[in-house]
């Protein structure tokens, strides 16, 4: 089934709405990167409550969660796509039947959510 790739741009959208996007060029399965949404936390030199602002995170080979910051070839790739490396998520179509039902739905091939 192919799989809708785009630009980081849209991946940076997408994952502001709280998807893991990965890329086509990314060999081992299990990497994504996703936003952290801004978040209350304490200075570690002070005690004092500082706000962390919202923060892009990568799960890497080792299952680790650490800050990311796109390398010159990702910003200029055209290979992201929605889900992990080595599992990307098939293209979702949104259907709104809001006015009906009061909800709307994601329907995906294979799979409705």
Not at 93 to 98: A, M, Q, T
Request: contains cysteine; negative net charge; charged residues 25%.
């Amino acid at each position: 089934m192919p799989v809708r790739t785009f630009e980081i741009g849209e991946a940076i959208r997408l994952m502001r709405e709280g998807k893991t996007v990965a890329r086509a060029a990314w060999g081992n399965p299990g990497k994504y990167v996703y936003m952290q949404p801004a978040e209350e936390g304490l200075d570690p030199k002070t005690g004092v409550s500082i706000r962390i602002n919202d923060h892009l995170m990568w799960k890497n080979d080792s299952g680790n969660h650490v800050p990311w910051t796109p390398s010159q070839d990702a910003v200029l790739a055209a290979d992201w796509f929605v889900g992990e490396s080595g599992n990307p998520e098939p293209e979702c179509i949104c259907i709104s039947d809001w006015h009906a039902t009061g909800r709307h739905r994601v329907t995906c091939p294979a799979r409705e959510v």
